[in-house]
């Protein structure tokens, strides 16, 4: 059973910057799809940025040339490099390894 474990969220203002960490404790971490999602207050969950196991990268529309997503197969691990973060950023953010296992999410909150 594979655990996931996000980290890095907190409070920032509008026009600041986050990195959330996203670490697995699973094998052949390399072969998963991982993706970045967030669950905002009112509103459904939905996919904020994904990276492949051969690298490809995909983002919303709503975070492309802000959000940066990336990996190291050697840490198990995925990052997720937040800048110029809007108020309507604010969401539970959570990380998933190809959709199947899930992370207890992570709080970013973009306000003054």
């Known amino acids: 059973q594979a655990q996931v474990v996000e980290s890095g969220g907190g409070l920032v203002q509008p026009g600041g910057s986050l990195r959330l960490s996203c670490t697995a404790s699973?094998?052949?971490?390399?072969?998963?799809?991982v993706g970045w999602y967030r669950h905002p207050p009112g509103e459904q969950r939905s996919l904020v940025a994904s990276v492949a196991a051969g690298g490809f990268t995909n983002y919303a529309d709503s975070v492309k040339g802000r959000f940066t997503i990336s990996r190291d197969n050697a840490k198990k691990s995925v990052y997720l490099q937040m800048n110029s973060l809007k108020p309507e950023d604010t969401a539970v953010y959570y990380c998933?390894?190809?959709?199947?296992?899930w992370g207890q999410g992570t709080q970013v909150t973009v306000s003054s």
């Open positions: 699973i094998g052949f971490f390399n072969i998963y799809t």
């Open positions: 998933a390894l190809q959709g199947k296992y």
